[in-house]
């Protein structure tokens, strides 16, 4: 479950991003495509996604 608690917090974080930095940089991109895919609870892309961060 603390898996899940901290995917949520990474959500609320990414959300509070100025959407310029989301949309402007590749870092941002790949911020970008976390948030998409924890609105599509694909729980185990976004583990994988962050560790390559």
Do not use: H, T, W, Y
Not at 5 to 25: H, N, T, V
Not at 26 to 44: C, F, H, V, Y
Request: charged content about 45%.
């Amino acid at each position: 479950m603390k898996i899940d608690e901290a995917l949520i917090k990474i959500e609320e974080i990414l959300r509070q991003l100025d959407p310029l930095i989301l949309f402007e940089s590749s870092l941002g991109k790949q911020l970008n495509d976390i948030l998409r895919k924890l609105r599509d609870e694909k729980r185990e892309d976004v583990i994988s996604d962050i560790k390559k961060l």
